[in-house]
């Protein structure tokens, strides 16, 4: 990939959010050098792109404990440019912490951050704060942090070491999300050809009749053609009730003539069909 002529990157902002770090994973890899474009939600992100041909676009899409992130992959499907598709992908250790201006963690009451943080902290929020905690939600971690210099000093915030640096916040304690593990899959995105690296992953998203054995017709033409599935979700289309739009991963590049063969195979067993990218597998 080419990423000479990008002049703008857009992620979900503000600075020293998980995707500014994702950003800067991304930029460091391909050699991107073009204005970090932060933006206040996904839905945003994606129509930038959308609307700014040569741009690059950075976007949460899946957790290690809350799953798919919804948001993105129904966003991913709206693009006025069908050629729209995930480029690369990163994993990110995600290492949350309670962030405050105060230094006296026994006067915390209320915590604010992204509903995925909150989510991924509840033994710590439920467990070792006091009983009568609130919460509110922000559109980023790094918004919540920012947040802050408008409330009292009985607010604190969930975010990373480097939101703590940026917004000059006090780490009242690290490590708080509950699964140590945890991690976030971020995508990058944009209209670009990407090559074939022989460590590839293919992401399409379709639609069948809902019929009894009509999923099943299209799963066994992966079985057929010896394409590993490693992803499947599923997800309302949001058009009809009990219509469902299902969002797979399969190991593989889609410029491989047998995935290739497989792709236009499926085509002919669903009622919708998009390419969503093939890129290097992480």
């Keep these: 990939m080419n990423f000479n002529d990008v002049q703008n990157i857009a992620y979900l902002g503000p600075s020293a959010s998980f995707s500014d770090m994702a950003k800067d994973y991304f930029c460091e890899k391909h050699k991107i050098n073009a204005y970090p474009t932060p933006l206040p ?15 690059l676009g950075v976007l949460p899409v899946e957790n290690s404990i ?6 993105a992959l ?12 995930i480029l690369s992908e990163y994993i990110m250790p995600v290492n949350h912490c309670l962030l405050a201006r105060t230094t006296e963690i026994s006067g915390i009451s209320n915590i604010i951050s992204h509903p995925q943080a909150l989510a991924q902290c509840q033994n710590f ?39 703590a640096e940026i917004y000059m916040l006090n780490i009242l304690k690290e490590n708080i999300n509950d699964d140590k593990t945890n991690r976030t899959r971020f ?8 090559p074939v690296t022989g460590h590839d992953k ?26 590993n599935l490693s992803h499947i979700v599923s997800r309302p289309s949001k058009k009809t009730l009990k219509d469902y739009i299902f969002f797979v991963n399969f190991d593989g590049h889609i410029k491989n003539p047998c995935l290739l063969k497989a792709f236009d195979e499926i085509k002919s067993k669903t009622t919708y069909l998009k390419f969503l990218g093939s890129y290097e597998r992480k």
Aim: glycine share 6%; proline share 4%; no cysteine.
């Design 125 to 163: 929020i439920h467990n070792e704060m006091p009983g009568n905690i609130s919460t509110a939600e922000a559109s980023s971690t790094a918004e919540a942090a920012r947040l802050l210099q408008n409330y009292n000093l009985t607010y604190a915030a969930i975010g990373s070491e480097k939101t």
């Design 187 to 194: 995508a990058l995105i944009g209209d670009f050809e990407t």
């Design 41 to 55: 939600a996904i839905r945003q992100v994606v129509e930038y792109v959308d609307n700014n041909p040569g741009s």
């Design 74 to 85: 129904d966003n991913l499907l709206l693009t006025g440019n069908p050629n729209i598709r």
């Design 202 to 227: 293919t992401s399409i998203a379709f639609s069948t009749e809902n019929k009894p054995g009509a999923l099943l017709k299209v799963l066994e033409i992966f079985l057929k053609n010896k394409i």
């Design 66 to 71: 809350e799953g798919t992130v919804r948001e």
